[in-house]
């Protein structure tokens, strides 16, 4: 998602990303408020077994809420929705880059 920005770009949301890190058997609950990228390890989101996704809310989307089981220890990248609306609204390039991508691969965000 991020890797065409340049780097100052990926600086501003280097800051406002939380790196979290989930044991297998663990239950997440994404909400409205937080945008969850599972980055690492697996999850099963009503039987179906996941490697990729992203839950709560996400920019240019419908919010996707669903309980989370960990098969495995997963690594998220997770953003509070404000403050990632805030420094989106105010980085033209994040802004673009997140548009395009919802328009030309909406499951890329999916």
Known sequence: IFNDLSSTVIENIGTQAHLEE?????LITPTE???????EGEVTEDDRSLTTGQWGWRPFQSPKLANLQCQTNCQWIRFDRDTFETLRLKTPQLNYRLRTIQQQSPNLLS
């Open 22 to 26: 989930t044991s297998a058997g663990t």
């Open 33 to 39: 408020q937080e945008w969850w990228i599972l980055i």
